[in-house]
């Protein structure tokens, strides 16, 4: 069991800005330091947790002092006061869902293992590190957030997660905060995450927070979307895409048989990758200029893959506009006049 313990700390101690910013969201970086109030996650600043150094012995990352109350540890320590989490095998499940790491996994490691170097920022790695840090959206802000868009998925969709307290940095002051998020998964066709979609969150839970930018992405987008409902290696012979991931929630919301893709943007949509055995495209419409064009793009690579290209259009501004204002038998009715009839059969509620 110490070995264990030993064990989940270093490598805990490997991300421990991550750690900090999950357990001790009320704190901020300083330098090479978390500055946070007490281990509880007090707002304050009175404890200092080391974000850089060895794996061990003084001066080591993930190591802390509380100057007011001469408290110390590891972060194995602020996951258990911060949680207030009594048992350390409750301590040592929690450390382990952070990681995203099975127990026969880690319990095959040795005190030796080489320290992996970390994700450099924007990369596939980072987003699939941020992705295995957040939590299934059940119970969440984020589950709150998208209900109150009308949007109802299933709970097997995997593409979704909610991190409580999320970096976010303003691209033209520099200052940081973290906020609650909406985290999506923008994946290949084979399922491997290649890059993310932040939507940061009003705490109070109204709607996005109040920010210049409140969505960003990251990764290798270019080819890979937000998929719901997407089994990789079946084939999908019918299928819909679009630019945005509210848009493509709301058909799947009406649709839920109907696997859709969320490219993010314009550009990205215009090079989605088709998955094997499509037949048929629905695209989702887009009023502005961008939108049409890749949507003009998107149409044409697949009439040359073979592929028939239909385009969906919505009746007011989006299909999220059109789910929370018209009602989703309206929006079915809509939809019903744009569909193949066999795939309006087949995917729409009867009726």
């Known amino acids: 069991m110490p070995r264990d313990a030993s064990e989940l700390a270093r490598r805990l101690a490997r991300d421990a800005e991550a750690v900090c910013r999950h357990y001790l969201s009320n704190g901020r970086r300083q330098g090479r330091y978390w500055m946070v109030g007490d281990v509880r996650n007090t707002p304050g600043r009175s404890m200092f947790v080391r974000l850089s150094g060895p794996e061990a ?3 080591a990352a993930g190591h802390w002092t509380d100057a007011a109350s001469a408290q110390h540890g590891d972060l194995l320590d602020v996951i258990r006061e911060s949680c207030d ?52 959206i059940a119970g969440t802000l984020a589950e709150r957030y998208i209900a109150g868009r009308g949007i109802l998925l299933s709970t097997r969709e995997r593409a979704l997660r909610f991190h409580p307290a999320c970096y976010y940095r303003n691209l033209v002051t520099g200052e940081t905060q973290t906020l609650p998020a909406l985290i999506a998964a923008v994946s290949g066709l084979d399922g491997r995450i290649t890059g993310l979609q932040r939507t940061w969150l009003d705490p109070a839970g109204n709607g996005k927070a109040h920010l210049v930018d409140p969505r960003r992405s990251l990764g ?87 592929i028939l290209a239909l385009v969906l259009q919505p009746r007011l501004g989006d299909f999220n506009d059109d789910l929370r204002q018209l009602g989703p038998a309206r929006l079915v009715a809509w939809l019903r006049g744009q569909l193949i009839p066999d795939d309006a059969r087949l995917f729409l509620p009867s009726g």
């Open 57 to 59: 012995g003084p001066g």
């Open 220 to 306: 290798h987008l270019l080819g890979n979307g937000i998929w719901l409902g997407l089994q990789p290696g079946t084939p999908v012979p019918v299928m819909a895409a679009g630019e945005g991931f509210e848009t493509m929630a709301s058909l799947r919301t009406v649709m839920p048989a109907l696997p859709v893709a969320a490219a993010t943007s314009a550009n990205h949509l215009a090079g989605l990758i088709f998955p094997p055995g499509c037949t048929r495209l629905y695209i989702a419409g887009d009023a502005d200029a961008a939108g049409r064009h890749g949507i003009e793009r998107l149409s044409r690579r697949a009439g040359e893959a073979g």
């Open 85 to 136: 989490l009594t048992h350390f095998r409750d301590v040592a499940d929690e450390a382990r869902r952070f990681l995203a790491m099975p127990r026969s996994r880690l319990q095959s490691q040795t005190l030796g293992a080489q320290r992996q170097p970390a994700a450099a920022r924007g990369s596939p790695d980072a987003a699939r590190r941020l992705f295995a840090m957040s939590q299934p």
